[in-house]
């Protein structure tokens, strides 16, 4: 299994952001996909994971300005990324957690 990132960049505080995860294979078959992000100098952490029934979960720093979504035919996993902050900064990563597949991730920078 194949994931990759796209869109991350540079933006200033207030701005939005909109990352794409391809996935080599049906997204329907890994179950769930997620988002997880890795700060500098700090641990992964868990950013929003979304299942085959569309059901989600956010974690409560990005509840209201994040929202993640799937298109099932393109095999793709969405994260829009409104109202950025400079502690989004962190390099993002796609994953399927059930298959522990993970893409190489997209570097997203948020400048005050």
């Known amino acids: 299994v194949q994931l990759v990132e796209s869109g991350g960049g540079l933006v200033q505080a207030g701005g939005s952001l909109r990352l794409s995860c391809a996935a080599s294979?049906?997204?329907?078959?890994?179950?769930?996909l997620g988002w997880y992000r890795q700060p500098p100098g700090n641990p992964r952490e868990e950013v929003a994971v979304i299942n085959n029934n569309e059901n989600t979960i956010y974690a409560d720093s990005v509840k209201g300005r994040f929202t993640i979504s799937r298109d099932n035919a393109k095999n793709t996993v969405y994260l829009q990324m409104d109202n950025l902050k400079p502690e989004d900064t962190a390099r993002y990563y796609c994953?399927?957690?059930?298959?522990?597949?993970w893409g190489r991730g997209t570097q997203v920078t948020v400048s005050s």
């Open positions: 294979v049906s997204i329907l078959s890994l179950n769930a």
């Open positions: 994953a399927a957690p059930y298959t522990d597949d």
